[in-house]
């Protein structure tokens, strides 16, 4: 995902991706004792690459924000599909107008309120989130497209 503030040129509107960051997901996975972390908080010296391709590759988990369809974040979620067959969430603000390429597969949406997020939405889509991690914990079916599509 991206973070601070990023536009979704489609729209124009402008989200802090930083709300949904820390107000959602980093508690959600602390709270079920899973390390969290974004790519801005890797500390490293030279190129982000390796330890971010690393983290994707042996990461439990890996939620995707594709609300202003970053290509970063989209060329990330590939990698992950390619690498990994299962346990990748893809999420997006409710507004957000989905690629053909994309409009398949599950992506759960919340509701953003452009530079914050209210207080119930953080508190649903916690749950919800909290919920979807418990289940997929135990579920060994693939959510890759890639491992779906090729057994």
């Not at 995707?64 to 990748?88: C, F, M, Q, W």
């Not at 452009?114 to 579920?139: A, H, N, W």
Request: hydrophobic letters at 40%; charged letters at 25%.
């Amino acid at each position: 995902m991206g973070f601070e503030i990023k536009t979704d040129y489609r729209t124009g509107r402008n989200l802090d991706l930083d709300k949904t960051y820390f107000n959602i997901i980093k508690p959600v996975f602390e709270e079920l004792g899973y390390l969290c972390f974004r790519a801005d908080e890797i500390k490293h010296s030279g190129m982000i690459d390796i330890p971010m391709y690393e983290n994707i590759l042996k990461a439990d988990f890996v939620v995707a924000d594709i609300s202003t369809l970053n290509p970063n974040a989209i060329y990330e979620l590939g990698v992950r599909h390619a690498v990994k067959n299962r346990a990748t969430i893809i999420i997006a603000e409710h507004e957000l107008i989905m690629p053909f390429d994309l409009n398949h597969i599950v992506i759960n949406t919340y509701e953003h309120m452009g530079k914050d997020i209210g207080f119930s939405e953080v508190q649903r889509f916690r749950t919800f989130l909290r919920d979807k991690v418990l289940s997929l914990q135990t579920k060994q079916d693939p959510d890759s497209p890639l491992y779906s599509l090729f057994p």
